[in-house]
């Protein structure tokens, strides 16, 4: 498939908005964040042709593909090495039909396929990395069919020069393949990816550590919560957009204790609501939305968190803003999101352990009065608000509102 011009069918019309990754004449590769499923998180070593095509079915027969999700992911753990010509090739026990299959069954569903890499000789479950292989890795993924291309950086230098020439040079072997393949840089934040990543052909980087199934951690690369990641995510509205966003890792919604790397022995797992806190915040954050947990059996709970229509158009919105905090008060946050259509959305996060009354008064987030308020999760309208609004909000939850 070739990347579609966008030249022709636009002259005249509207511009059409360039991410820093794109050039001009050029469609968007990720117009709205990324959303899918990825198999680390629940499965790790367990991935296989057969899981694939059974999450693949689950995606469809959940509501979640309705619901907008696309990607389905394979991680770390599919290589099975890389034969005498250097070319790389995935486990035959576990992938025995190749990749391939694994991507026309996929395509079948009308879902996409992604896979995953690291810019160094090694990926951090220590399989072969494409380092020095990237044209050839890059050409072998767009003949299987593959759609996103996640490119990890254990085993690899630590400055910042070495990882944009390394990412850069993966962005242009994608780029020379002629595909479009959505490039999700994954070095967790210490090189600042926000700061290049887009401009050498990137849609999406990780901003931190591995997400853990738990509330609040310690930010280090074992414990790291859903509550600090918000915290590091904060700060970087600036540089999502269309085409470019920060990545803030996987949803762990559902997990339930469950994930093979992500659910850390001693901790608690994360509870229901905090999990839909997850969800809230995520999509408030236009941040890419990986649902992990075994979609073949995930409750109704999990389903209802993940599907909920009117909290992933937040995510999906065409302006592409990353919500700020507006408001840190002790237990209680509140994050903005301005919506393409002049619309606001707000999230109410109490991060306290006692359920709590937050009252908010429009002009304390500089917005005028009066809006009309709908609650997103209780699906309640509450009428025209004219200065202030007046929300319960239990521990550890994130009232979500939509202000029009
Ligand atoms: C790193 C990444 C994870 C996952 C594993 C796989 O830790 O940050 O998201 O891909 O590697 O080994």
């Known amino acids: 498939m070739q990347r579609r011009s966008f030249v022709a069918s636009c002259a005249g019309a509207a511009a059409v908005t360039l991410g820093r990754g794109a050039s001009a004449g050029e469609e968007l590769l990720a117009p709205t964040p990324p959303m899918g499923w990825m198999s680390w998180n629940q499965f790790g070593p367990e991935v296989s042709d057969h899981l694939l095509r059974e999450m693949a079915d689950a995606m469809v027969a959940s509501g979640m593909k309705a619901a907008g999700y696309t990607y389905v992911c394979i991680d770390d753990l599919w290589q099975g090495g890389r034969d005498r010509a250097g070319n790389l090739y995935p486990d035959p026990k576990r992938f025995p039909a190749g990749i391939k299959a694994v991507a ?3 395509h079948g569903r009308g879902l996409k396929l992604g896979i995953y890499t690291d810019a160094a000789e090694k990926t951090c479950a220590e399989q072969p990395g494409s380092l020095g292989y990237e044209d050839r890795d890059a050409a072998a993924f767009a003949s299987w069919g593959v759609d996103y ?16 020439a390394r990412y850069r040079t993966m962005a242009q072997a994608l780029r020379r393949t002629g595909r479009p393949i959505v490039f999700a840089v994954c070095e ?14 990137a849609q999406l980087w990780r901003t931190t550590w591995d997400v853990r199934d738990i509330w609040e951690g310690e930010y280090n690369d074992d414990h790291l919560g859903i509550t600090n990641i918000i915290d590091r995510q904060a700060d970087l509205a600036d540089y999502a957009g269309p085409g470019h966003w920060n990545d803030p890792d996987m949803l762990v919604i559902g997990l339930h204790g469950k994930g093979t790397y992500t659910s850390p022995k001693g901790w608690p797992p994360c509870r229901d609501v905090e999990y839909r806190s997850q969800m809230s915040l995520w999509c408030l954050m236009a941040s890419p939305l990986h649902a992990t947990c075994d979609l073949r059996t995930m409750d109704g709970l999990t389903r209802e968190i993940l599907t909920n229509r ?22 209680v946050e509140v994050w903005k999101k301005p919506l393409a259509d002049g619309r606001f959305a707000l999230g109410l996060l109490n991060r306290g352990p006692q359920a709590g009354e937050v009252r908010l008064k429009w002009t304390d987030i500089a917005l005028k009065p009066a809006w009309r308020v709908r609650d997103l999760w209780t699906k309640e309208d509450l009428g ?21």
């Not at 937040?314 to 840190?328: T, V």
């Open 149 to 164: 291309l996640k490119c990890d950086y254990c085993f690899a230098p630590e400055d910042q020069e070495t990882a944009i």
């Open 104 to 106: 026309d069954y996929v």
């Open 188 to 201: 967790w934040g210490p090189r600042e990816p926000w700061t290049w990543a887009a401009r050498i052909g």
């Open 310 to 331: 009117d909290v992933i158009a937040l995510n999906q919105d065409p302006l592409g803003r990353q919500a700020r905090r507006a408001i840190k008060d002790r237990h």
């Open 384 to 404: 025209t608000v004219r200065d202030t609004i007046t929300r319960r909000v239990g521990s550890h939850e994130t009232c979500v509102l939509l202000l029009s």
